[in-house]
């Protein structure tokens, strides 16, 4: 009787470490069977496409519009760098892409490549910079400067973009052409200094939903 009542009390002791090292080791996520997620670059086309808008058209299409941008007169012999303001991109395409993917790309390549040769402004925090100075002229937080002193600055240049799209939809399938433009304003006088655009045409057998 003792030799049974051990040897189940050994059973159990190995039965119980058995499931805590299991419990130690996995990650308590279990994938489901099928085909695993794949890592890709972001300028690689994957299998998984459509005729619209994709990350791969983004990453060339925002490269280029930042090595074009670098090349205006205006902004590489300015004696002082250039403030420029972001205005949002115009989405006419019929892709509901977030359309600040373009602008905020390029900017960061910009604001990566060629630090201190331009200034962006960032008008659209614009909401939390004035409660920021009213703040401080209250005195309710301490500023290290004059808080009196107004001192968001005014844009020099203005830069913006445009997309649109044309679709043909035959039973062989669809066609987009998407036409990416942007431009530098001058925000003194109006005038368009720089402008530049790609042009990407696909087609497929079936559509693809965008989100």
Avoid: H
């Avoid at 890592?39 to 058209?57: F, H, N």
């Avoid at 968001?152 to 830069?159: E, H, M, P, S």
Wanted: glycine content about 8%; hydrophobic content about 40%; overall charge positive.
């Amino acid at each position: 009787m003792k030799t049974s009542l051990r040897l189940i009390f050994l059973s159990s002791v190995a039965t119980g470490a058995a499931m805590l090292a299991g419990c130690t080791t996995s990650s308590g996520v279990q994938n489901p069977s099928g085909v695993p997620v794949t890592e890709m670059r972001p300028d690689e086309r994957g299998s998984v496409a459509g005729t619209g808008i994709e990350s791969q058209d983004l990453v060339a299409v925002t490269d280029k519009m930042a090595r074009s941008i670098l090349a205006v007169p205006q902004i590489t012999r300015a004696s002082v760098p250039p403030r420029i303001v972001i205005d949002p991109v115009k989405n006419e395409t019929r892709f509901p892409i977030n359309k600040d993917l373009f602008t905020d790309r390029i900017r960061i390549q910009l604001n990566s490549k060629a630090i201190g040769r331009m200034t962006f402004l960032a008008r659209d925090r614009m909401q939390a910079l004035e409660k920021e100075r009213a703040l401080k002229q209250s005195g309710q937080v301490t500023a290290s400067s004059d808080p009196n002193v107004v001192e968001f600055r005014g844009a020099d240049f203005f830069l913006t973009g445009k997309l649109q799209g044309l679709t043909t939809r035959t039973s062989a399938g669809t066609g987009d052409y998407i036409l990416y433009s942007f431009q530098l304003i001058d925000a003194r006088t109006s005038e368009i200094v720089w402008e530049d655009s790609a042009e990407i045409k696909k087609q497929g057998l079936e559509d693809a939903a965008y989100r």
